[in-house]
């Protein structure tokens, strides 16, 4: 009872903040009053927490592959259709089922006791009396880290230190060390990776390993305050020995789905606007951060949309990505279904970092957007500052859409609490910040309706643009720490 009344009065304030805004425009151009009273009526009451709140707390952590997942695919089509929405599920091929039944693992020599673990994603399992190695501590796994070690590190399981984890630079360090890493444990001829947990406490947390599906070690991720106690023992110079067990339910490619809520363009319906955020999560805590929150966001928009009768000119597709965390699976098959459409699509967007404010959106190397995106924008400027940023993002699902040459925003949110839950057990219904998450609805609906009406469409690159896009920016690199580079390069993945 008293969130909604503090739901409620954050709404008023919102409203009057655009509205003193919206007033001050007139030397702008003006939002049109589609997109005022859409606007309006996403700052209004709606049931977007009631939505979150069965997601992420009735059917839970939903990794692609398990049986949550498939019951938030049809929760998902269940309330685009509730919404009067034109819903669909579509099948793609996952490349490999992988999911943990059970991890555990017991530190020996000078020192015993049983400490906490969880196995990275697609990590091999281990025989039921599990692996036993000596624990070489790595440090932070550097060049001169495994200078330091040398030859003792053939054999052993290496010990990775970790600083905490607080927000998205963390993150993207975090993806970036483990990758060079996990290359030099392979070359070094380790048994396994332990890595420290980088979220505060005992609190486990589960990401891709950088190889994704094709990863062959066997890498934990174990509890903070039980890998502190190891370094320091290790420090004193005592000799530790690790026994992981890990029980994995290692498959074949299998069928996943997309979810996607339709709202047929009035004008030039064979032109098509996306916006998408993923429904799959990992299963330690219950995705709602990462993404239940913007999954609700997405079915929120629609139903609002759907309930003004708003007749946008294009068609918008609003859709609930699968296999995201397990290497951005389903927008990837999305692009290679609908490829005959990839040149009518006018643009794809992404929400997937968390509830924090939105404070712009990433433009992904396309200044052409930038102009475009302040522009849709105006209608929410009472919810600003925004700033947009030109620089390519890899690490959701609009990765595809990119390199198709389409042109792709994510949203950029603050930091909020995001960082720290990130992937772990404790991404939780109550780490969301609703009344900020009511606000972000707003605008990612001022975002899609603009897209949806405007004159300016930002043209689809070719193949050669694509590949500029990789050579002068970012771009490369942030493949190569995902492995995603060679997949442009053969063909299987991007512009044909
Ligand atoms: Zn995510």
Redesign the pocket.
């Given at each position: 009872m008293i969130r909604r009344v503090q739901t409620l009065r954050a709404t008023l304030v919102l409203v009057l903040c655009l509205v003193l805004f919206v007033s001050t425009l007139s030397s702008q151009q003006k939002p049109t009053p589609e997109a005022v009273r859409l606007v309006g009526a996403m700052l209004a009451d709606t049931p977007l927490e009631e939505d979150l709140q069965e997601l992420v707390d009735e059917i839970g952590g939903r990794p692609t592959g398990s049986k949550a997942n498939l019951a938030s695919v049809e929760w998902g089509l269940k309330k685009f259709q509730e919404a009067g929405v034109k819903a669909t599920k579509e099948a793609f091929e996952m490349p490999r089922a992988w999911q943990e039944r059970s991890s555990r693992a017991l530190v020996g020599g000078d020192v015993s006791f049983p400490v906490r673990v969880v196995a990275m994603p697609f990590s091999p399992g281990t025989s039921a009396e599990g692996i036993t190695a000596p624990l070489v501590n790595i440090g932070h796994g550097t060049v001169e880290d495994f200078e330091r070690v040398g030859p003792s590190a053939r054999g052993a399981i290496l010990f990775v230190n970790t600083d905490p984890l607080l927000d998205i630079d963390g993150l993207f360090k975090e993806y970036a060390e483990s990758a060079e890493i996990e290359k030099r444990a392979a070359i070094a001829g380790v048994k396994g990776i332990v890595y420290m947990g980088s979220r505060s406490g005992v609190t486990l947390h589960r990401h891709n390993a950088s190889l994704g599906e094709k990863n062959t070690m066997p890498m934990a991720s174990m509890a903070r305050e039980h890998a502190l106690r190891i370094a320091r023992l290790l420090e004193e110079g005592k000799k530790l020995t690790l026994t992981l067990v890990l029980d994995i339910n290692d498959g074949g490619p299998y069928e996943s789905y997309n979810v996607i809520g339709e709202i047929t363009g009035s004008v030039m319906p064979n032109e098509i606007v996306v916006m998408g955020a993923?429904l799959d999560?990992w299963d330690l805590g219950t995705g709602a951060n990462?993404?239940g929150c913007n999954v609700a966001m997405m079915i929120d928009i629609a139903r609002q949309m759907s309930a003004l009768g708003l007749k946008p000119k294009r068609t918008i597709r609003f859709v609930l990505w699968n296999g995201?965390?397990q290497g951005m699976i389903g927008s990837w098959k999305y692009t290679v279904r609908h490829r005959s459409e990839m040149a009518n699509h006018v643009l794809a967007g992404s929400v997937?970092?968390g509830s924090g404010r939105i404070i712009g959106f990433f433009t992904n190397g396309r200044p052409e957007l930038v102009g475009e995106v302040d522009r849709a924008l105006q209608a929410v400027a009472g919810l600003g500052p925004f700033m947009q940023i030109d620089e390519p993002v890899v690490g959701?699902d609009n990765y595809d859409f990119m390199l198709q040459g389409v042109a792709n925003i994510v949203a950029n949110h603050e930091p909020a609490n995001y960082g720290p839950s990130y992937h772990a057990e404790s991404d939780n219904y109550d780490k969301v910040n609703l009344p900020q998450l009511r606000s972000n609805a707003a605008i990612i609906a001022a975002v899609v309706w603009h897209f949806a009406n405007t004159d300016t469409v930002v043209p689809r690159q070719s193949k050669e643009q694509v590949q500029q896009l990789i050579d002068n920016t970012s771009l490369r690199q942030q493949m190569d720490m995902f492995d995603m580079y060679p997949a442009w390069a053969d063909g299987s993945r991007g512009w044909k």
């Open positions: 993923h999560s990462d993404n995201e965390e997937d970092i959701t």
